[in-house]
C-alpha cells in the first residue's frame, strides 16, 4: 500500500517500488525483533514511571533558579530508574548530547588526569572537547592529557594493547557504543560489559563512561547494567522520541553526575537549580514514545542495509545483525552517490522537501558535511536524516524516522534519487 501510493502521488519510479517491496517482505522476522524489543522498552518505561508516582502535578513549571522543582526531580528519578542509575541529570539547559558528553569530562577530570578511550577516534565534536583537534577551551587547554587505543583492523577491541594503556590507571575512559561517523561496529552492550570487565580489572578505579547517543532503546539493556559509571545521550536523538525540543541527559553514580551538574551550573549549585521552563510534559512524553520511536527507526535502518547490500555496496550492520544504535552505514563510494541519497532522503522530508542539501563546513567537525534532514526540531537525528562527511570512501549515516512508515519511505526515495541520476541500476 505504501508503495502504491508513493508511485502514484510521490514520482516514485514503479521499478523502485517493485524491487523494495519484494526486499521488504523478507524482512520480517527483523521487524518482529524491533516490536518485541520495543515492548520490552515500553513496559520499562512505564514501570520507571509508576514507580515514581509520577503525577499531573509534576509538570507544573518553573522559572529563575528553579528550585525544589518537584517534576524535574521526578523525571530525573525516572530516568535513573530506566538507565539502572544511582542518579540523572535530565536537563533542556544541556544543548545536546556533546554539551552532556562535555559536561561529564570537564566535570571528573581535574589538570594532570588521563582520559583513555579504548575503541579509537571519537565522535567528531569531542575530538574539539577533548583537544585532539586544537580548540580553545579543550580538556587538552586544561592540561588534560588524552590516549587513544585503535580497534583491531577487524573492527574489535585490542585487549593486549587496552591492557597495557591502563597500566598508567587513568582517570577516565570513554568508550563510544555507536559508531558515529566512522565504519567501524557499534558496541553491543554485552561487548560493553566484556570491555568493561577488562578495565576493571587492569584498573579498578577509572571511571568508565559510555557515549549512549543513538543507543538507548534499540537492546534491552544499557551501558550502566553492563558496569559503566556514568552515560550521557543528547534529547534530539533516542530518548526525546522524536518530540523532545532540545536537551540532554548524564546518569550512572550519584556523585559523578553531581560533579557534571556542578559543571553545567557552578560549584557549589550543581543539581539544585536549573528551571524547567514549561519543558517537564514534553520531557516525560519524550522517554515514554522513545521505545516506540526507535523501533520505527530500525525498521527503515533494516531495510536500506537489506535493499543497498543487494544493490552491491557494503553496509554497516546487515540486515539481520544484533542492533545497538539506530544508524545505518552504506558505503557508497563516489561524492556523486552521496549527495543523491542525501537529495533523495531531504526529497521525503515533511519540512524543507524541496530543498537541496550540499555539503558545508559545520561546527565541531573537520571535514564538511552534507547533512540531509527536513525536521521539525532542527538538527534532530532521530527524525528521517542522513549525514555524510564529504571525505573517502564517502559513506552515508542513516538514521531516524518517527513512523516506520517515514523511515522506509526515506529509504525509497533515496533509493530513486540514484536510480534516476544513472548511478544505481536495479
Ligand atoms: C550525535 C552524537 C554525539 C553528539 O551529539 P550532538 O547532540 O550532536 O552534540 C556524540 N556521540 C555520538 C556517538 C553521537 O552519535
Redesign the pocket.
Known amino acids: 500500500m505504501l508503495y502504491d501510493y508513493l508511485t502514484s502521488h510521490l514520482n516514485i519510479s514503479q521499478e523502485v517500488a517493485i524491487f523494495m517491496e519484494r526486499i521488504e517482505n523478507s524482512l520480517a522476522a527483523e521487524f518482529k525483533k524491533a516490536d518485541q524489543i520495543a515492548e520490552y522498552n515500553q513496559a520499562k518505561v512505564l514501570a520507571a514511571m509508576q514507580a515514581c508516582r509520577l503525577s499531573d502535578t509534576h509538570f507544573n513549571d518553573s522559572t529563575g533558579y528553579g528550585y525544589n522543582d518537584e517534576g524535574r526531580e521526578a523525571l530525573e528519578e525516572i530516568f535513573a530508574k530506566i538507565f539502572k542509575a544511582e542518579a540523572a541529570l535530565v536537563r533542556p539547559q544541556l544543548?545536546?548530547?556533546?554539551?552532556?558528553?562535555a559536561a561529564a569530562l570537564f566535570g571528573n577530570l581535574r589538570p594532570g588526569d588521563t582520559l583513555l578511550s579504548p575503541v579509537g577516534s571519537?565522535?567528531d565534536?569531542?575530538e574539539s572537547v577533548i583537544g585532539i583537534r586544537p580548540t580553545s577551551g579543550s580538556l587538552k587547554e586544561y592540561g588534560v592529557n588524552y590516549a587513544q587505543v585503535e580497534l583491531t583492523a577487524d573492527g574489535n577491541f585490542d585487549l593486549p594493547a587496552i591492557k597495557a594503556a591502563l597500566q598508567t590507571q587513568p582517570k577516565m575512559v570513554t568508550i563510544?557504543?555507536?559508531?558515529?561517523?566512522s565504519w567501524r561496529r557499534s558496541f553491543t552492550v554485552a561487548e560493553i560489559k566484556s570491555l568493561i570487565q577488562c578495565i576493571r580489572t587492569e584498573s579498578p578505579r577509572t571511571i568508565i563512561m559510555v557515549?549512549n547517543?543513538?543507543?538507548e532503546f534499540v537492546e534491552t539493556s544499557e551501558p550502566i547494567e553492563a558496569g559503566a559509571d556514568i552515560i550521557a545521550?543528547?534529547f534530539?536523538?533516542n530518548p526525546g522520541g522524536g518530540i523532545v525540543p532540545g536537551g540532554?541527559y548524564v546518569a550512572g553514580r550519584a556523585e559523578l553526575v553531581e560533579r557534571a551538574a556542578e559543571r553545567l551550573t557552578a560549584p557549589g549549585l550543581g543539581s539544585a537549580v536549573g528551571p524547567s521552563l514549561g519543558m517537564t510534559r514534553t520531557l516525560t512524553q519524550g522517554i515514554f514514545l522513545a521505545p516506540q520511536t526507535v523501533s520505527s527507526c530500525i525498521k527503515g535502518a533494516v531495510l536500506a542495509a537489506e535493499t543497498f547490500n543487494r544493490l552491491g555496496f557494503d553496509v554497516l550492520p546487515s540486515a539481520t545483525a544484533t542492533r545497538t544504535?539506530i544508524?545505518q552505514a552504506v558505503k557508497l563510494g563516489q561524492p556523486q552517490h552521496v549527495l543523491a541519497f542525501c537529495h533523495g532522503i531531504q526529497k521525503a522530508a515533511p519540512v524543507d522537501s524541496y530543498v537541496k542539501p550540499e555539503a558545508a563546513p559545520m561546527p565541531?567537525y573537520g571535514d564538511g558535511v552534507v547533512m540531509a534532514g527536513g525536521t521539525f526540531i532542527q538538527?534532530s537525528?532521530i527524525e528521517l536524516s542522513a549525514d555524510a562527511p564529504m571525505r573517502p570512501p564517502y559513506i552515508v549515516y542513516f538514521q531516524g524516522g518517527l513512523t516506520a512508515a517515514h523511515s522506509k519511505a526515506g529509504v525509497v526515495f533515496a533509493l530513486d534519487e540514484l536510480v534516476k541520476a544513472g548511478l544505481v541500476s536495479l
Open positions: 544543548i545536546s548530547g556533546t554539551h552532556a558528553l571519537p565522535y565534536t569531542l563510544q557504543r555507536s559508531k558515529g561517523y557515549d547517543c543513538y543507543g545521550g543528547s534530539i536523538k540532554g544504535d544508524v565541531g538538527g537525528s
